[in-house]
Nanobody, 117 residues
Framework: QVQLVESGGGLVQPGGSLRLSCAASGIIFSIYAMGWYRQAPGKQRELVAA???????NYVDSVKGRFTISRDNAKNTVYLQMNRLKPEDTAVYYC???????????WGQGTQVTVSS
């Protein structure tokens, strides 16, 4: 049974930080390139950060220098460290493979991030 379970979201003030986690099960996690995606109300889901199986990373321009994606293959977990958060970062955050192909039907419930004073 494939599962992707996100956690770590919450309410934070502008300028604050959060660390998101995504625990994967039912897959050979180490061979997958993974991504963090977000969906704000009324907007399409977008990719914000990705990491290859070898550890190479890339980011959407709006989060470069503020977010860091990492992975721990021993724990089958991918992380997103988010610093200097802005109100426009408010969204539900999800993890999945990148690109989304074989795991397309296994989106988790996501974790809500709200940046507000």
């Amino acid at each position: 049974q494939v599962q992707l379970v996100e956690s770590g979201g919450g309410l934070v003030q502008p300028g604050g930080s959060l660390r998101l986690s995504c625990a994967a099960s039912g897959i050979i996690f180490s061979i997958y390139a993974m991504g963090w995606y977000r969906q704000a109300p009324g907007k399409q889901r977008e990719l914000v950060a990705a990491i290859t199986s070898g550890g190479s990373t890339n980011y959407v321009d709006s989060v470069k220098g503020r977010f860091t994606i990492s992975r721990d293959n021993a724990k089958n977990t991918v992380y997103l460290q988010m610093n200097r958060l802005k109100p426009e970062d408010t969204a539900v955050y999800y993890c999945n493979e990148r690109p989304v192909v074989t795991l397309a039907k296994y989106w988790g419930q996501g974790t809500q991030v709200t940046v507000s004073s």
